[in-house]
């Protein structure tokens, strides 16, 4: 993922938050039923793009860089394909300038 | 797997406790936690205040000012000791449309000076500092903790929280949820029924590092004076807005995406930010200033009639949890809302832990409606609507630039046209029917009277 904007490639966006990551992700993607999702709006909504589409239709999920906002297990039009939670306490994002 | 808060998480039954550790449970140290937090405990209350970050504010994001009036009174004197990043004395709303833009832009000196009027803040740091005075009340804040669901009697009393620690549960009289837009807790006590994407922006920001004193010139300003400039007309047909304001060392700017309109439009939130900033009237305000941070976060803006109920058994709902953020077009308030509302829960569960009379949480309820908090939300409940119509997200700010176009291009040798034959034209050229501004205008006119 390089796609640039303007002047900021996204890794480099990325590269400006800080994130503790946690060793259990706390976002599980059901990729069977992304398959037969015609819309994955998850792939442009969430703002720190972290779904991506892969060759066989499913959904490839990292939830390291999770913003934790929700957006996507709101817009989910797969039923219940993306399973969601907060990060455990203390983990995920840690905004300095929010 | 530790036990975790989301969409899927239910309450659980428990028996009644014997002994409640704590007279109330607070979830989430944000503005309304922490006011709530900071009544209960001056009270004489045993407060817990929970927060899943490392420390308050790490979870939060927000588009611009905090209105410190609520303020003078939980922390008399605030204005000396708030972590403050300037203090707006200009404030300007722009519509944008293609390369053009339409500004009012006032100034009031003033509002520089104390009592003030609006401040912009880091929420990492202005979120802490308020948690801080509920802990020097006597508040035990708990970070790094996350409530994963209601404990509640078999009787539907809610008694206390689960939490993701071993051995986790906490148990209280009185359980305040300020648990932000999300509010797994107030979903899971049922009082959160509708549909939540329908009325839910996503917003996103950039905080870019500029020199301070080429801030002071681009905008205008100087010392610890800032600009808020809210807009229109800059989300490529998306409803919602843009925002863009000054910090010491730093601008903020971003942009409010309705989610539904943003799943529809296909394009990604950074992508429509970055456009904004290509405008040739933000490009000149944000040129060569670097990236310090990128940041995200959902905002409930559908206003008075999409609250959630706020008062369960055991258990009140305030800040963002109770969809309390005002997005009204001219002025768009959250913080000092979710504040209010922390403090009137705060006083109500106080009353109620005081008297012995836990019906006497309902009482939240009247403490909001007789303040701006309610009061304001029920005087602008169409507003949201109306400002996230197609008309004046996509048709007028079109039509209010062709309008001032047409008056200021000069034509001569032709003589100048009347304005109202001016803007019979710019209604005409984007669609609008003369009958429908009317209509807004008398809309505009009711909502915001």
Redesign the interface.
């Known amino acids: 993922m390089n796609q640039r904007y303007g002047d900021v490639s996204f890794e480099d966006r990325m590269s400006h938050v800080d994130f503790r990551v946690a060793e259990q992700p706390h976002i599980v993607v059901d990729t069977d039923v992304c398959r037969s999702c015609t819309t994955k709006t998850c792939v442009h909504a969430c703002p720190a793009n972290l779904f991506v589409p892969t060759a066989e239709g499913g959904i490839l999920f990292n939830y390291e860089q999770c913003f934790e906002c929700g957006t996507c297990y709101l817009m989910c039009d797969g039923g219940n394909a993306i399973s969601w939670s907060y990060p455990d306490g203390g983990q995920g994002v840690v905004f300095r300038h929010g | 797997?530790?036990d975790?808060?989301?969409?899927?998480?239910s309450a659980v039954t428990v028996a009644e406790p014997e002994r409640p550790q704590f007279d109330a449970i607070v979830v989430g140290a944000g503005p309304a936690g922490s006011a709530a937090a900071l009544e209960l405990a001056r009270a004489g209350h045993s407060v817990a205040l929970l927060e899943?970050?490392?420390f308050p504010?790490?979870?939060?994001?927000?588009g611009g000012v905090v209105y410190g009036r609520i303020l003078d009174e939980l922390i008399p004197g605030w204005y000396d000791e708030m972590p403050v990043q300037r203090w707006v004395t200009r404030r300007q709303t722009m519509l944008l449309d293609g390369e053009r833009s339409m500004t009012v832009d006032f100034r009031s000196q003033s509002w520089g000076r104390a009592p003030y009027n609006g401040a912009t803040t880091?929420?990492?740091e202005f979120d802490d500092w308020l948690a801080g005075h509920a802990q020097k009340a006597g508040a035990v804040l708990v970070?790094?903790?996350?409530a994963t669901r209601l404990l509640r009697t078999e009787r539907g009393r809610i008694v206390g929280v689960r939490?993701?620690?071993p051995d986790g549960d906490l148990t209280a009289k009185v359980v305040i949820a300020c648990d932000g837009?999300?509010s797994f807790l107030a979903k899971q006590a049922g009082l959160f029924p509708g549909d939540?994407?329908a009325h839910?922006t996503?917003g996103?920001?950039e905080?870019l590092a500029l020199p301070a004193r080429t801030i002071d010139e681009r905008f205008g300003v100087s010392g610890h004076e800032g600009v808020d400039i809210e807009m229109l007309g800059c989300t490529q047909g998306i409803p919602g807005g843009g925002f863009l304001y000054t910090?010491s060392d730093?601008l903020?700017v971003g942009l409010v995406l309705g989610?539904q309109g943003?799943?529809k439009s296909?394009?990604?939130?950074?992508?429509v930010?970055?456009e904004l900033?290509?405008h040739p009237s933000i490009q000149p305000l944000v040129r060569g200033a670097e990236?310090?941070?990128?940041?995200?976060?959902?905002i409930p803006e559908g206003g008075y009639d999409t609250m959630p109920q706020l008062v369960g058994d055991g258990l009140l709902v305030a800040g963002d949890a109770a969809a309390m953020c005002l997005a009204a077009g001219i002025w768009l308030e959250g913080v000092n809302f979710a504040m209010g509302s922390g403090m009137y829960a705060g006083r109500a569960a106080s009353k109620a832990l005081s008297s012995g009379d836990l019906g006497a949480l309902r009482e939240y309820r009247g403490l909001l409606e007789s303040s701006f908090v309610l009061a304001d939300h029920k005087k602008l409940r169409k507003a949201p609507e109306l400002v996230l119509s197609e008309r004046v997200q996509q048709r007028y700010p079109g039509l209010v630039c062709d309008l001032v176009e047409l008056m200021f291009t000069v034509e001569n040798p032709k003589p100048k046209p009347g304005v109202r034959k001016l803007l019979r034209a710019s209604a005409k050229r984007n669609g609008v029917k003369m009958r429908e501004l009317a209509r807004d205008a008398l809309t505009g006119l009711r909502s915001f009277g």
């Open positions: 797997m530790r975790r808060a989301g969409p899927a998480s899943r970050g490392p504010g790490s979870k939060n994001v927000y880091y929420r990492a970070p790094s903790t996350v939490t993701d620690r837009v999300n939540q994407a839910t996503l996103v920001k905080t910090n730093t903020s989610l943003l799943a296909g394009k990604r939130p950074e992508e930010l970055a900033k290509r990236l310090v941070e990128y940041s995200a976060h959902l």
